[in-house]
């Protein structure tokens, strides 16, 4: 972890308005109820807006393959040396389908072997997002023998998204989750 205690504590159940306890008490009720969604419900507001936006990326409206998401987003947390976001990341990776080696490769990148030239160009997509804002034209191109428009645009939108929840959670101290391990 970045920091060793929250900057932004998670917002406690007490602290809870009427129409957060409307929204989160069947979350937390019917599943984990991650430090994540407490901090973000810090600003009510954007939470709500953000939450849209992030069920698309994660969601049934993204056109990305659960397990090609997941290499993505575990791309984007080890570059960005975000724990949180690679802790719980590695629970959905296994549960898209990732072994733990494969999920341990992700860390040496695109040229790591064992990967197929897709995996590659999807941890290179990340990694050229990363470092210049733009994905190349000859990792574009190798991603286009497979992917439609739709999906080239959710590639960049799941590692924009998961850039900016890396900016926060590293940023906020956001603590990782009860059971979950980090790097």
Same mark, same amino acid.
């Given at each position: 972890?970045k920091l060793s205690q929250?900057?932004i504590?998670?917002?406690?159940e007490?602290?809870?308005?009427a129409?957060?306890?409307?929204v989160l008490?069947?979350i937390?009720?019917s599943?984990?109820?991650?430090?994540?969604?407490g901090?973000?419900?810090r600003h009510?507001d954007a939470?709500?807006k953000?939450?849209?936006w992030?069920?698309?990326?994660?969601?049934?409206?993204?056109?990305?393959a659960?397990?090609e998401r997941?290499?993505?987003i575990?791309r984007?947390?080890?570059?960005c040396?975000a724990?949180?976001?690679?802790?719980q990341?590695?629970i959905?990776?296994?549960e898209a /389908?990732? @072994?733990?080696? +494969?999920? =341990?490769r992700i860390? !040496?990148g695109?040229d790591?072997p /064992?990967w @197929?030239?897709? +995996?590659? =160009?999807?941890?290179r !997509?990340t990694d050229?997002?990363h470092?210049?804002?733009?994905?190349g034209? =000859?990792?574009w191109?190798?991603?286009?023998?497979?992917?439609d428009?739709?999906q080239?645009?959710?590639?960049?939108f799941?590692?924009?998204q998961?850039h900016?929840?890396s900016?926060?959670?590293?940023s906020?101290?956001?603590?990782l989750?009860?059971?979950?391990k980090?790097?």
């Amino acid at each position: 972890m970045k920091l060793s205690q929250p900057r932004i504590p998670p917002l406690a159940e007490s602290e809870w308005t009427a129409e957060q306890r409307k929204v989160l008490a069947p979350i937390k009720d019917s599943q984990p109820f991650y430090n994540v969604l407490g901090t973000l419900s810090r600003h009510w507001d954007a939470a709500q807006k953000f939450t849209v936006w992030a069920y698309h990326v994660m969601g049934e409206t993204s056109r990305i393959a659960p397990r090609e998401r997941e290499i993505l987003i575990l791309r984007v947390g080890w570059l960005c040396q975000a724990e949180y976001e690679w802790g719980q990341h590695v629970i959905f990776a296994r549960e898209a /389908g990732l @072994t733990d080696v +494969e999920i =341990a490769r992700i860390k !040496a990148g695109p040229d790591a072997p /064992g990967w @197929t030239p897709f +995996e590659a =160009a999807l941890l290179r !997509a990340t990694d050229e997002l990363h470092h210049d804002s733009c994905i190349g034209d =000859a990792t574009w191109k190798t991603l286009a023998e497979r992917y439609d428009d739709l999906q080239m645009m959710d590639v960049v939108f799941a590692v924009g998204q998961y850039h900016l929840v890396s900016m926060a959670l590293n940023s906020f101290g956001v603590q990782l989750d009860a059971g979950v391990k980090g790097f």
